[in-house]
């Protein structure tokens, strides 16, 4: 290549990285700045939730009463663990409220998550690996869940279908884990994003639910596909 080709491909990289830059930079300032308007992220801080996430399960939880003092909970995606917090308050896990039942929270996720009095966590596990529903069952009281919860999501390719799609089929493998451990009648509430894929997981769920629901709290951005369903009165199938 002669010198004055590559000095003038080095010279296009160099250009293209400091816009590639410019632009990284330009998003992060976006970023923050909606932190430092989201009433929920300052709500988080002053109620020392360790995300705002935790004001979606407060706001569906007041609404559908889904989690009573003693309830055994699975909690799938917990990192950094805010929805374990309002799970350990709603159960009562750590034994807060020494007048009503005591219950369970196992939190599992494939990174880490500090520890939390009254959760049990399972970090690096794969919930969509049928050897973590086998170490999930060991955690739980009598091996059974009345609620499965799941705020998992992966990591985001870019493309926005193929997350859509790579999401239902990590919700589909909750279907399998409520086999194993949610007891008959037990509710499994989980997130997905709204796109062409969505419908075939309602239809899986409705098949072994008596309801299903899609749930919008207000916490969840607006500008955001990030939908919940709300799958109630599990039919467990007879063997
Ligand atoms: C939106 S965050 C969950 C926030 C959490 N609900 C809270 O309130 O702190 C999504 C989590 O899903 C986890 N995740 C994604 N795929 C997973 C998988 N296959 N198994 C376990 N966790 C997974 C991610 O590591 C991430 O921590």
Known sequence: MSTIKSLF??????HTSA?????????????????????YVKASHNLNFRCRSAFKLLEIDDKFRLLQPGHAVVDCG???????????????????????????VVGVDLLHISSLD???????????????HSKLQQLL????????LSDMAPN????KELDCEKLISMCLTLIDLAERVLLPGGSL?????DGPFSHSLQQKLSCKFGSVRTVKPN?????????????????????
């Open 9 to 14: 491909l080095h010279y296009r990289t160099l």
């Open 19 to 39: 816009r590639v830059l410019k632009k990284l930079k330009a998003a992060e300032q976006q970023w923050l700045q909606r932190q430092r308007k989201d009433p």
């Open 78 to 104: 917990a990192a950094p663990g805010a929805w374990s917090q309002v799970a350990v308050q709603r159960v009562n896990s750590a034994g807060t409220d020494p007048s009503a039942p005591r219950g369970t």
């Open 118 to 132: 009254g959760a049990h966590f399972l970090p690096h596990h794969d919930v969509t690996d049928p050897s973590t």
């Open 141 to 148: 009281p009598y091996g059974r869940a009345h609620v499965i």
């Open 156 to 159: 985001a390719s870019g493309f």
């Open 189 to 193: 509430l989980c997130k997905y994003w």
């Open 219 to 239: 916490a969840s951005r607006k500008d955001s596909s990030e939908r919940y369903f709300l799958a109630r009165m599990y039919r467990k199938p007879i063997k």
